[in-house]
Structures are given as structure tokens and as C-alpha cells.
């Protein structure tokens, strides 16, 4: 089974969003998968998602709102075989934090482009990130060449 960590700066926007969708669809084609999701930052700390992620994703089918926040910790770089990261200063933040030796596991969730952060935006930025992660989920879903 493969363990997959989304990232994002506080996880109350789009790294639990994504966890959520990506665990959700998983599901529902029997792939066997463990996901959760993390911040680089403490301030958010046993926060349950933003209230805007939580009522967007549930217009979709998507409950959030039992998700709490978590900064990430040592023992995550060690448990999850891929850390997928919402941009490039979640990955530099998380290089920081790493031991070299689990480098390779830390990708951009969208794979060539940052997850834009909705968090000082309006609802339709909300929509653009869940548009976002419903996209990179079907992609991820057919080519399960990360599967291995």
C-alpha cells in the first residue's frame, strides 16, 4: 500500500482538500492507498479546514470537515512514500526539514505548476483549486505509474 502525504502552508485549504478527493476517488476504484495531509507551519495547529474549503468541497461530495490540521513531523518523511507539496516554497520548507535521504519522495502535487492558495481569495478561487484537484486526481487515478 502506498502512503501519500499532501502539503500545503497551514493544511486547512488545499492539502486536506486534496487528501480528501484523492481518498475519495481512490476509494471508489478499490485502489489501495493511505493519505494524509500536513502543514510546514504550526499556526493552524488542531484547526478544522478553512470553513470555505469544507463548504466548496461538500457542494462536490467532499466532507472535510472532520480534518484537523497538523504541522508536519520528523517520523512523516520516513512513514509516506510520496509527499506531494501544493508550491515551490512548501518544498523548499519541507527540504529543510528532510534528511537527505528522503528527498526523492517530495514532488509538486500538480506535478509541473503550483496549487495556487485560495485562502485570501473569493469563493472562486476556492473553485479553481478544487478544479484543480479534481483534474490532477483523474490523471493520478488512470496512471497509476506512481503506484510503483
Keep these: 500500500m502506498k502512503r501519500i502525504l499532501l502539503v500545503c502552508k497551514g493544511n486547512i485549504c488545499?492539502?486536506?482538500t486534496a487528501a480528501i478527493v484523492l481518498e475519495t476517488k481512490a476509494r471508489t476504484i478499490g485502489l489501495?492507498?493511505?493519505?494524509?495531509?500536513?502543514?510546514?507551519?504550526?499556526y493552524h495547529?488542531?484547526?478544522?479546514?478553512?470553513k470555505r474549503s469544507i463548504r466548496h468541497a461538500a457542494k462536490r461530495g467532499y466532507?472535510?470537515?472532520?480534518n484537523r490540521a497538523r504541522q508536519i513531523k520528523e517520523e512523516d518523511f520516513e512513514k509516506f512514500d510520496l509527499i506531494w507539496a501544493a508550491d515551490h516554497?512548501?518544498?523548499s520548507q519541507l527540504k529543510v526539514l528532510c534528511p537527505n535521504i528522503h528527498y526523492s519522495k517530495i514532488?509538486?502535487?500538480?506535478?509541473?505548476?503550483p496549487?495556487?492558495?485560495?485562502?485570501?481569495g473569493e469563493a472562486q478561487e476556492f473553485e479553481k483549486v478544487l478544479n484543480l484537484i479534481?483534474?490532477?486526481?483523474?490523471?493520478?487515478?488512470k496512471s497509476t505509474d506512481w503506484m510503483n
Design 115 to 120: 496549487l495556487p492558495d485560495p485562502y485570501y
Design 14 to 16: 488545499r492539502s486536506p
Design 45 to 50: 495547529v488542531g484547526d478544522p479546514p478553512d
Design 89 to 91: 516554497e512548501n518544498i
Design 63 to 66: 466532507d472535510l470537515s472532520k
Design 134 to 141: 479534481e483534474q490532477r486526481v483523474e490523471i493520478l487515478i
Design 107 to 113: 514532488s509538486l502535487f500538480l506535478g509541473n505548476k
Design 32 to 42: 489501495n492507498i493511505e493519505v494524509d495531509s500536513a502543514g510546514v507551519e504550526n
